[in-house]
């Protein structure tokens, strides 16, 4: 990063020199709750498929603001107004949409505590804004869509957002995964407003069949890959089995996580104490604790933590058809006999859902020369979008490698 009097910079792999917009974006930028998204892998384990996929929630969040800007100037040259107080508080929503993330993203969301990521964002940019004097009383707004200009809202989430414009295009580049590389900047200065919504004029259609394929094709090759599915598996079973042994893990435990294995922290109980805690636990805290596991007396968490740090991970079958409960049962039962283990931390099953387009929260809308308006699903004549729209469900089960002589699944 450059910092003069006059100007601030970054210098972004995918984007190239990012500049920072304002001084209060800059000084939330710096805030340590902001900082700690640099120890927050953006794919969580997908480093285990993906060996350049190491970037962080700290970059992701850089190239919204980034994009955020670019679109805002966009739907301005097309005369609609936005006031500058509007458009820092979309580049603070965008910003800090993601602050709430826990170690690993969404490898571990729900298993260290049960409040999502949502809701902890809203409260750190809740204590963020009384440390500001007020200063993100609108950028609150837009992020909980109270704003009576929605469309502002629908650029931090919605199916054509900024948030997954940055994504799609940020892992594919570091993880080589073309078939994510997106155009975001046409699909940007597509970008239109009608009747107070975000819409997409009629000549970006193609850019948003693009996009809604890119996003199917990501999930399955990348969000979804078996082998880091198998491995975030493991690691929410090292948790689970955690807190159920905590008293005798605690001396190898990070005190910021020890905190939240010992208590069930949910929505409903959520104490000023616990954000405090949250916002000092990153991937450093669980990769500490891994180490540390390798050499307890259980051997359940023994053993996992040895196998997820030597990339020793469980094998993942993936199916159309549900398994068998029969030969689910048989393969519980080896775990049991052959190798002395617990089935519980050593089995998984259930489903893996991949859904492109979900035109019943909102929609992706076209704007034609007339005036009129027509869902993607509807305007689309290439792709059939309604199919993009179901959701595509496969069942997994994980089981150990040993197993493999044993069975056929």
Not at 27 to 48: A, D, N, T
Not at 68 to 94: N, V
Request: glycine share 6%.
């Amino acid at each position: 990063m450059y910092k003069t009097d006059r100007l601030k910079i970054f210098n972004d792999p995918v984007y190239g020199f990012v500049s920072i917009p304002s001084e209060t974006i800059f000084e939330l930028i710096e805030h340590p709750y902001f900082q700690r998204l640099r120890r927050i892998k953006q794919l969580g384990l997908g480093s285990l498929v993906y060996p350049g996929a190491n970037h962080t929630r700290f970059h992701h969040a850089l190239g919204c603001l980034h994009l955020m800007t670019k679109a805002i100037r966009s739907l301005r040259q097309k005369g609609h107004e936005i006031r500058p107080a509007e458009e820092e508080g979309a580049q603070i929503a965008i910003l800090l949409h993601d602050m709430g993330h826990g170690p690993f993203s969404h490898a571990l969301e729900g298993a260290v505590l049960s409040v999502s990521h949502e809701r902890l964002t809203l409260r750190l940019m809740h204590a963020l804004n009384a440390e500001f004097s007020g200063k993100l009383d609108l950028a609150i707004q837009i992020f909980t869509d109270s704003y009576p200009k929605r469309f502002l809202h629908r650029l931090v989430s919605g199916q054509l957002d900024i948030d997954r414009l940055d994504y799609l295009k940020r892992d594919s580049f570091y993880t080589g995964v073309n078939e994510g590389a997106i155009n975001s900047d046409r699909l940007i200065y597509m970008m239109n407003i009608s009747d107070g919504e975000l819409v997409v004029d009629q000549k970006g259609i193609y850019s948003v069949e693009k996009f809604l394929i890119a996003r199917r094709l990501m999930y399955w090759q990348v969000y979804l890959h078996k082998t880091s599915f198998a491995a975030e598996r493991m690691l929410m079973g090292i948790v689970q089995r955690a807190r159920e042994i905590v008293s005798e893990i605690r001396d190898r435990c990070p005190e910021r996580l020890l905190y939240f294995l010992q208590k069930e922290t949910t929505e409903e109980n959520f104490k000023p104490a616990d954000l405090r805690h949250f916002v000092a636990l990153d991937d450093f805290d669980i990769a500490y604790a891994l180490k540390q596991w390798q050499a307890a007396e259980d051997v359940s968490i023994s053993l996992l933590s040895k196998k997820l740090l030597s990339r020793n991970l469980l094998k993942i079958a993936v199916s159309a058809a549900a398994f068998d409960g029969e030969a689910v049962d048989r393969i519980k039962g080896l775990v049991k006999d052959k190798l002395g283990l617990s089935p519980r931390y050593f089995v998984y099953e259930g489903e893996i859902e991949n859904r492109a387009y979900r035109d019943e929260i909102d929609s992706i809308d076209i704007l034609y020369k007339d005036g009129s308006l027509a869902d993607i699903s509807i305007a689309s004549d290439q792709l059939n979008i309604s199919a993009l729209a179901q959701p595509v469900v496969k069942n997994y089960l994980c089981y150990p490698k040993e197993l493999t002589r044993f069975i056929d699944v």
